[in-house]
């Protein structure tokens, strides 16, 4: 069975500082695509980064960075230069491209507070 | 361009009562899905319909359908609600089956009393 596990329920950084999210994954698949959504409070799911598990380097979007180690099974999200607008929940979500399409497995998410 | 758009936003029903959410996808997406987020736990996969047709769907019972229109815009029902039908129900779209970027829309919030 595929899981996600985000075992930091909150986490505090100040303002301008970088903070990982972490997220691990349990799957027997070769093929998968692993996924970073943030969720304000509004509820909209916003999606952040992308990694495929065949991708050698790690993803990068502008302040975001996925942390990806196959081996270990892992996916972190590192956000550099932290800005009050960061401050809402994270998932780790994965997809199963050659089984499930795009149908997400979700973590239970971090909540991320931004102190200025 | 006009991102998911959701129907309504926000619902107030009462047990036994039966509900349909709608869903527009992004301009050009052909695949849409469909996600229960109960408050505090991340979203729980529904459905996936991919050119009208279904790729997938999760463990919810048979009280949960749903289907896709010719313009690629897809609606979920629910009969018989229950009081844990209570949740934010989120709509992602994406260009392709197998594509490595989904768009979701803002969610509607259905509360059951």
């Known amino acids: 069975a595929q899981k996600i596990t985000q075992t930091q329920p909150g986490m505090f950084v100040q303002e301008k500082e970088a903070v990982t999210l972490d997220c691990t994954y349990d799957?027997?698949?070769?093929?998968?695509?692993l996924f970073w959504y943030k969720q304000p409070s509004s509820g909209e799911m916003i999606f952040l980064i992308y990694?495929?598990?065949?991708?050698?380097q790690n993803a990068t979007e502008g302040r975001y960075s996925l942390n990806f180690q196959k081996a270990r099974k892992s996916a972190n999200l590192v956000i550099s230069a932290s800005q009050l607008g960061d401050s809402a929940m994270y998932f780790c979500?994965?997809?199963?491209?050659?089984?499930?399409?795009?149908?997400?497995?979700f973590g239970t998410g971090t909540s991320l507070t931004v102190i200025p | 361009d006009a991102g998911v758009t959701q129907s309504p936003t926000h619902l107030i029903k009462t047990r036994g009562q039966q509900v349909t959410l709608r869903c527009s996808p992004i301009?050009?997406?052909?695949?849409v899905s469909w996600y229960q987020q109960v408050l505090g736990q991340g979203p729980q996969f529904i459905f996936q319909?991919?050119?009208?047709?279904?790729?997938g769907r999760g463990n919810f019972p048979d009280r949960f359908s749903a289907r896709q229109f010719p313009n690629y815009s897809s609606e979920l029902n629910v009969n018989a609600l229950l009081l844990g039908d209570s949740a934010l129900y989120l709509c992602?779209?994406?260009?392709?089956?197998?594509?490595?970027?989904?768009?979701f829309g803002q969610g509607t919030r259905l509360t059951v009393v």
């Open positions: 992602a779209s994406s260009l392709v089956d197998l594509a490595t970027e989904a768009f």
């Open positions: 799957t027997s698949d070769q093929s998968y695509g």
């Open positions: 990694q495929g598990s065949y991708d050698e």
């Open positions: 979500a994965m997809s199963r491209p050659k089984f499930t399409g795009n149908q997400f497995y």
């Open positions: 301009s050009g997406h052909k695949s």
């Open positions: 319909y991919y050119e009208k047709e279904e790729r």
